[in-house]
Every structure is written in structure tokens, then in C-alpha cells.
């Protein structure tokens, strides 16, 4: 029987990212898992590969702050339809972390890893107060939910080290691939 995983990325679907593409889309059916993205709908055709399902819908002309509100319960009434899962990989999006905790909570899925591939949200810089709010809502989302994750899957062992002096309670969940 195939394992079920479900995919929130921090791009619309389908996307042309090579992670994307060649791991989630391509690999992962190979070795078992039946993959479902869901997320905002791209221009890009669907690709029609066996064991790959997208679940898409329009991206709504929001500010920031609601399309994250946005996100959550959308995807999460898609993905309680939809599943159950076995495992939730995330990417990027602080949002996706709530949302994992909620489905987990209700049992949609069972397991829950968030990819971090940029540490955007540690850099400091004196842009817009809008850009400064989301930063600060970002770090503390990330650190109210990261001890719900089953991993936290880093890009580099330099983020790892990094990560280690920023949150080292976190230090037994960092995954580097």
C-alpha cells in the first residue's frame, strides 16, 4: 500500500523549482508515496505523472497578513477532505506550521516536516514596517510551532550551526538533506 503525502510549498502549482520537480513529484512515487500538492494555482501545465495529484485553487488579490489567514483554513479544509495523510511536508511558510499543528491535532496527518531553505526572517534590516512586522510574526510563529514538527529538514550544515545558536531546543529535530 502507497504512503500518502501531502505537500504545501511556498510557490503556486505546478512549479518549475528543481527540489520541487525532481524530488517531490518525481522521486517520491517511485519509492511508494502517493504525493498531493496543495496550493495557490501557477500558469504552468500539470504535469501527468503517476502517483502525483494537484489540488489548486485561485490566489486571491489579499495584503499579506490575510492571505496567510487565507491559506490556512483553505488548505486545511482540503486537506481534512482530502485525507488522511501520513506525512505533511512543508516548505518555507511559517503559516504551514500552525496549519500542521491543527491537522495533526485532528488527526489528518500523522507526521509533519517543515522544510527552512532561507533564513530570511533572521535578517535584520530597516525596510518597511510592513516587511519588519512580518519578520517578527514570522520568528514567532516559527518558534511557538517548531516543537509540533516531527523534523525540521535544513539545506546546509552552516544553517544547521546557525539554527543551533538562534534555537538550540530545537537542536534534535534539524534534518540536514
Known amino acids: ?8 510549498v511556498d510557490k503556486e502549482l505546478p512549479t518549475d523549482h528543481s527540489f520541487i520537480q525532481g524530488v517531490l513529484e518525481k522521486s517520491m512515487p517511485k ?3 502517493e504525493v498531493t500538492f496543495v496550493g495557490y494555482k501557477s500558469n504552468l501545465k ?10 489548486t485553487i485561485a490566489k486571491p488579490s489579499l495584503n499579506f497578513f490575510l492571505l496567510k489567514i487565507h491559506k490556512i483554513l483553505n488548505f ?3 486537506i481534512e477532505n482530502e485525507g488522511p495523510f501520513d506525512i ?13 499543528w491543527w491537522l495533526m491535532k485532528k488527526k489528518s496527518i500523522r507526521n509533519h516536516f517543515h522544510q527552512i531553505s532561507h533564513l ?3 535578517v535584520t ?6 516587511y519588519r512586522i512580518k519578520r517578527y510574526g514570522d520568528l514567532m510563529i516559527r518558534k511557538l510551532f517548531m516543537n509540533h514538527v516531527n ?20 537542536a534534535s529535530k534539524y534534518i540536514i538533506y
Open 1 to 8: 500500500m502507497m504512503k500518502k503525502i501531502v505537500v504545501l
Open 31 to 33: 519509492i511508494g508515496y
Open 46 to 55: 500539470e504535469l501527468n505523472l503517476e502517483g502525483v495529484k494537484y489540488t
Open 76 to 78: 486545511k479544509k482540503i
Open 88 to 100: 505533511l511536508f512543508s516548505r518555507n511558510d511559517p503559516a504551514f506550521l500552525i496549519l500542521g
Open 120 to 122: 530570511h526572517a533572521f
Open 125 to 130: 534590516s530597516e525596510k518597511s514596517i510592513s
Open 151 to 170: 523534523g525540521i529538514l535544513l539545506i546546509s550544515e552552516q544553517m544547521r550551526r546557525f539554527l543551533l545558536d538562534v534555537w538550540p531546543s530545537y
